[in-house]
């Protein structure tokens, strides 16, 4: 009975860790990046990303917001594509060349999901409410924890301008205090 329980034991845990795994190498073809809210009750489909297999573990990513989703706003003398809520707006800001990501390296497809929020009828966008997703993989696919960021290190360089946030930069945004605080790649 004792070794019935410990292979038992010995299978869930192997299938616990298979499952990152197994997420991780069906990740090549075309996945959905979807933003909801806290409750999950409102999903957002804002586009596309394509991955396509780069090696061992590694994937390259070509990332498509979905236009018709998004209106084009010209704020802090650049244009900006904003997603608009009741309360907030959402607007894409989309940072780095890396376009490769790896199992254990999601960092250039999380710049290139950043965004900043402001009220809707705000004219202006200010750089310390940038809003970043740390991604990690999931059951379906990759899932982005939400945090706040100030956009600073990049608007005024400083150190390494590939991947200017150190986790200092990054504060762990309470879900309830953003529209869509939730973004998933599946």
Known sequence: MMKNNLRRWFWALLLSLATPLAAAQDLSGLKQVVLSNANGEERVVIGHVFFDTAGEGRWKFDLRLDESRFTEH???????KCLTGARQQLCHFPFGKERIITRD?????EYSLMFLHKKPASVHVDSANGIYYQLAWGEKGLRGQLFDVDMDPIIVPQGDMRRPFRKEHLLQAHPGSHWLPRLSIE
Do not use: G
């Not at 010209?74 to 900006?80: K, Q, W, Y």
């Not at 390296?105 to 497809?109: F, I, M, S």
């Open 105 to 109: 390296d999601l960092a250039p497809l």
């Open 74 to 80: 010209f704020l802090a003398m650049r244009p900006f």
